[in-house]
């Protein structure tokens, strides 16, 4: 039990560490690069546990690893009684030119994808890369009538090579009623069919009738690189795909929070350490996205700030923006009180 639990920390404290330290890591670079003041980089929330000042920063760890963050001189409203940097000094956040300032704030979540990439590299370097198979052709499809047969691996489709379940599906849900040729690997020779995808009633995408599997396959370094940048870009157009049908009310929300976090990454632990990273890509990924939402207090909520602030030639004043960061704030901890209800929920129901 005590094993389980400390196992679960550490899993945890790495999971957060690898997107919470990417994303601060990556405000960091480019603040510096721009020529903003950084007072601090820390590891960590609460109780100062290791502190080394370098210049004009100092790089500390703190005792609770749940995050990580950069202070910038003059980044905050009202000013913070410790920062030394007027607002109109040129190493103030908000003296620099707003490209800077922008490019600063979209470094968080662009470091979080980078991170994806390397973490699903790494994995597709260690156990193979997924391949997408043909584990059934359904009778009466067009995929039986071009010949297409259980145990083909999907190599191209249209002329343009395919590695994943979900590249090949999106290429022939584009081309409903069009010819394709689809390229498949059989018994050591490639082979190359044409077929002319139906049209699906409800969706208007193309089918085929067939189902893929996704078993793995041992890959060149190479390869690797080339599925962990192809994973991260699907995953991320999945997840907006999602969102959006969301939104539209298509789909009923479901959004884990800390606790639903906390479940997958003790179950993933147990599976081993390329499961674990493996989770922690997905979560980079979800997390860079999260942030690009246009809410105050957010990434996505500061580039809308900076937005208006192009579009109007001045910025908010402090008013202005504290109400923004304070509406920020209340529809955040809705959505946060919403993810941990539906954690509880769905907790209570495997319970009972």
Same mark, same amino acid.
């Given at each position: 039990m005590v094993e389980t639990v400390v196992v679960t920390v550490v899993a945890f404290a790495f999971v957060f560490a690898t997107f919470a330290l990417s994303h601060e890591l990556g405000h960091f670079i480019v603040g510096k690069a721009a020529g903003v003041k950084v007072y601090e980089f820390a590891v960590g929330f609460g109780p100062l546990v290791w502190r080394r000042k370098r210049g004009e920063t100092a790089y500390s760890l703190r005792a609770l690893p749940l995050g990580a963050f950069v202070k910038f001189a003059g980044l905050d409203r009202p000013d913070d009684p410790q920062d030394d940097v !007027? $607002?109109? !000094? +040129? &190493? #103030?956040? =908000? $003296?620099? +030119? /707003? =490209?800077? &300032? %922008? $490019?600063? %704030? /979209? $470094?968080?979540p662009f470091m979080n994808f980078v991170m994806a990439f390397l973490l699903f590299s790494v994995v597709f370097v260690a156990a193979g890369v997924p391949v997408a198979v043909v584990s059934e052709v359904y009778p009466g499809m067009p995929a039986q009538a071009a010949g297409l047969r259980a145990g083909d691996k999907v190599v191209a489709v249209g002329g343009t090579a395919t590695e994943t379940v979900a590249e090949v599906r999106d290429a022939i849900s584009a081309n409903p009623g069009k010819p394709i040729d689809i390229t498949v690997e059989r018994d050591g020779a490639r082979v190359t069919l044409q077929v002319t995808p139906s049209k699906d009633p409800e969706t208007g995408q193309g089918m085929i009738g067939v189902l893929l599997s996704e078993p793995w396959q041992r890959a060149s370094v190479f390869r690797a690189l080339r599925a962990g940048a192809t994973f991260t870009v699907d995953i991320s157009k999945g997840l907006l795909v999602m969102l959006g049908r969301m939104i539209t009310g298509r789909v009923k929300p479901e959004v884990a929070g800390p606790i639903g976090i906390a479940q997958a990454v003790s179950q993933t632990a147990r599976l081993g350490m390329v499961n674990l990273l493996y989770l922690a890509a997905l979560l980079n990924v979800n997390l860079g996205l999260l942030n690009l939402l246009p809410i105050p207090v957010l990434d996505g909520g500061w580039i809308v700030l900076l937005g208006i602030e192009a579009l109007r030639r001045r910025p908010l004043n402090e008013e202005q923006e504290a109400f923004a960061r304070m509406v920020g704030m209340a529809i955040l901890a809705l959505l946060i009180a919403f993810a941990t209800? #539906? !954690?509880i929920a769905r907790l209570g129901t495997r319970l009972g």
């Open positions: !007027d $607002a109109s !000094d +040129p &190493r #103030s956040f =908000r $003296a620099k +030119p /707003l =490209r800077w &300032r %922008i $490019a600063t %704030i /979209l $470094a968080g209800f #539906s !954690d």
